[in-house]
Nanobody, 114 residues
Framework: QVQFVESGGGLVQPGGSLRLSCAAS????????MGWYRQAPGKQRELVAA???????NYADSVKGRFTISTDNAQNTVYLQMNSLKPEDTAVYYC????????WGQGTQVTVSS
């Protein structure tokens, strides 16, 4: 099992930006596709962004053009740059492989509100 530790969340006004980080306990990004997921209150967890070992990315339609996923293999860290945030982006954000095969971390709370 790989452990993930997410950080970087917080309270931000609509239109603002945040950068989330996810540190993995060992090096997997060069061999496994990674994803950022989110879960809003009362909703199922959903995949919002994914990146392959080769660097190809894809995004949920709801975040396309606003979010950017990237990895730093040397640091065993995956990032999610979130711009132009909207209230509907409010959720707990998690990282994991895609598809998910490891236990979930604690996540990081993102709240978009004025």
């Amino acid at each position: 099992q790989v452990q993930f530790v997410e950080s970087g969340g917080g309270l931000v006004q609509p239109g603002g930006s945040l950068r989330l980080s996810c540190a993995a306990s060992r090096s997997i990004f060069s061999i496994l596709r990674m994803g950022w997921y989110r879960q809003a209150p009362g909703k199922q967890r959903e995949l919002v962004a994914a990146i392959t070992p080769g660097g190809s990315t894809n995004y949920a339609d709801s975040v396309k053009g606003r979010f950017t996923i990237s990895t730093d293999n040397a640091q065993n860290t995956v990032y999610l740059q979130m711009n132009s945030l909207k209230p509907e982006d409010t959720a707990v954000y998690y990282c994991n492989t895609n598809p998910q095969i490891h236990y979930w971390g604690q996540g990081t709370q993102v709240t978009v509100s004025s």
